[in-house]
């Protein structure tokens, strides 16, 4: 007994400053995020159209949700640009970040232009690059005579999710590239000194040295990246707001006609959905991953 | 990382709720303070007008001050049951459902409900009822119609056309000169409900009487049931799909709003299916440009001509608001004929009083002659709830979707909806 408690004692004192700072963001959590999602949750199961009178429905939300195609293929939309963008944005900051750390000139100065897409705010780039996509691109296909360069892309439906690709692409890969470099960083040197007596490649090191060695911050980077796609919101509204018809539309983009359009509780049985596919998503990610002692 | 960004909406609504709480609590400080009436106006284009009638009325007495409030969040404040003391904004579905619920007072006892027009208090109650109240008093109708180019129309010898074969001559004979007969803006699927869509179907369709069907079939809706999207508006928007294939500008699917009153204002087209806001944005590129209007004519006969309007401000006064008799001082105020003559005029609207002063732009005044006569619908766009992307929808069909298909989805749409409202 006595054994137990002596070096209890100590920790404890730790424990309770730790807990003082935990408490503000805990209750604040609390307060703005979980209450509200569970209140959410619990409309879900209603007819409630943000005020007034409602009443409990049960399942009718979500029966109703399986047999939208409206919410059906933006579920598709967002799960397919969210895969090609993660592999695009991953494999391009791979690359610079390679070459970024890499003995170079002007090392520090090309960094830094690397980063400044990161500073601007989506909505900003969207609308530059939606001026760009409408007019300056098709200036340059018509003088070219490219055909498909012709038409704003953004107008084409089955064109437009590469504009959005492009985009998030150009936008991500910032943050992307700054955890990379963090981990090639972290790389000692003495393992390709080693390397290169044994008289590997460059090519080998980058796949059989570099890459083993970072494949922590590749998952890091592929986690986050992929959850911060599906989210996708703020560019598509800045290039097509959901179109050409229907075709750019994305699931956050859906559940927030729930508020402007009056159909609150069947966008929260949409948004909950959403949730529960992420949370099974990531616990899948986690599972998959913790056997390479990753993260 | 995930939670928190898909949260952040809610999280600053919440944020913004608490901070505007504080704001009116220290507002409603008691003492000798007079009573404030806030008054939520949010039309850009009307704020600088609605601020000098506010000014002016606070300096005339000492007992009422009413406080403008441009920006805070209308179905917040009905949610918290401290939404604003006066309102005068667009009318629509959305704006209705506060009404359906009875969140709005009964204004019916008040002269100026006697001065409106009946055709136009009517337009009110299109989108839903409350029994036995007038809680929505119409301060400013937009009428919009086809806008063109008297000068190309007069070069060319052309007549406004008043039939569907006179339109599609008039197309015909500018397309042979070498002008493109509408400009279209597709990248903005808004303007293709607002006008396109709207226009064609208004011109065909009782909208009123559509709507009013559609909603009592509900679930029903669908290819079997006496009217439906499929059907009703299978002719119609066929014809968009014609003028849209034959008669716009090639580059339209790449050119938002903005781009079409620049190129309108060049004289690139010769007719623009927009509303009475685009005459303003025209004027500031060519302010001597001759512009006229004209219903889009689909039918055989001259007799069915309408034009498209909608409730660009309206009055109300919520049930919660606990200082209705200052609002209803101000409404009043606000409802003085010359007042309202004076704001009419400036922003093109047509008046909604019997006594209104009649409209002399002659840009606007080709459709005078229809608003009087009541030949005039509420936008078929407008009356489908914002859940279902409609306006996505029509800028599919613009772009090539198939008509057939696109008006199935809205049926299926339709249906669903009313499954579960």
Redesign the interface.
Known sequence: MTTTTVPRRPRRKVEGIYYAFLVPSLLLFTLAITVPAIIGIFFSFTNSIGFGEWEIVGLINYIAMFSDPAILSSYLFTFGFAAVTVVLVNAIAFLLAVGLTAKIRLKTALRTVFVIPMVVSGIIIAYVFNFLFSNSLPAFGQATGIGVLSESILANPDLAWIGIVIVTAWQAIPGTLLIYIAGLLAVPGDVYEAADLDGASKWQQLLRITLPLVVGYVIINVLLGFKNFLNAYDVIVGLTNGGPGTATRSIPMTIVTGFTGGDYAYQMANATMFFVIVVVISLLQLRITRGRNAI | ???????T???VA??LGLLLAGATLTGCAPGDAPETVSFHLTKPEAIPYFRELIKEYNASQDDVEVILDASSNL?AG??RGNPPDLGLLNYNM?MA?FME?G?LSDLSDMPEAERILPEVQDLVGQYATYPGRTSVLPYSVMAASVIYNTEMFEQQGLEVPETYDELIAVCDQLKAAGITPFYGT??D?WTVAQGWFDYTVGGEVDVADFYEEMNELGTEVGPESPVSFQKTLADPVDRMKLLIDNYANA?A????YGDGNLAFAKGEAAMYLQGPWALGEIAKTSPDLELGTFPLPMTDDPEDLQVRVNIDLAAWIPEASEHQEAAREFLSYLFQQDVMDAYNTAQLGYGTTTDAAPVTDPRIVGMKEYYEAADFYQGASRAI?????TE??L??IA???SVESTLK?LD??WA??A???
């Open positions: 990382m995930d939670r928190t960004t898909r949260r909406p809610r999280v919440a944020s179905q009905f949610l959305e459902r619920r969140a597709f990248k699927p580059n699917a790449s050119k938002g709830p914002l859940t279902i992307p996505n929808y800028q599919g772009l090539g979707s989805t299926a749409d669903r909806l499954l579960r409202r």
